[in-house]
């Protein structure tokens, strides 16, 4: 279970502001159809983050314990430092012949490719050994912060600066470093 919510806090918070994000938000402005948006988010995630939590856990079983700590630790404290540059604004993609789903689904799985939440659930795979509860962890995070761009996503960018939400998201990624080297 702690797999499934770490991963979850960690992706939630990490994506706040993030270029999948963005791309969420203008996939919704431009179809207006935000259930088939979600459902390739949903598809898109699941397929990525699930090849990325088992290569994490693969590599786990290749390196000794201690390395593995640190590495991860390190991984963790330069993603606190990643997270604080904010992500350049996209237009989205630019063929329409393939509708929302697909379209959604390709340019999710594109964009996460060597993503910030990619890694992390790469690193979060190796920590947890557990697969499956870091893709179901790291996918209803991508769901939530997506979701809020997807549904309310102009109302909610004029409330809450996104440098606060980096910052948070920033601490959080320090916390699971710092946590990792710690025991916790």
Known sequence: MEALLKSFALVAASEMGDKTQLLALVLALRYKRPWIIMAGILAATI???????WVG??????????????T???????FALWILIPDKDEDGPQNERFGPFLTTLVAFFLAEMGDKTQLATVALGAR?????LVTIGTTLGMLFADGL???????LTKRIPMKW??????VLF???GVGILVGF
């Open 128 to 132: 947890f050994q557990a697969p499956v």
């Open 174 to 176: 320090a916390a699971f």
């Open 72 to 78: 991860l630790a390190a991984i963790f404290g330069a």
């Open 47 to 53: 397929l990525n983050h699930g090849l990325a939590s």
């Open 149 to 155: 761009a997807v549904f309310f996503g102009e109302r």
């Open 57 to 70: 856990g693969y590599v786990s079983s290749l390196v000794s314990p201690d390395v593995l700590r640190y």
């Open 165 to 170: 939400v980096r910052i948070f998201a920033a």
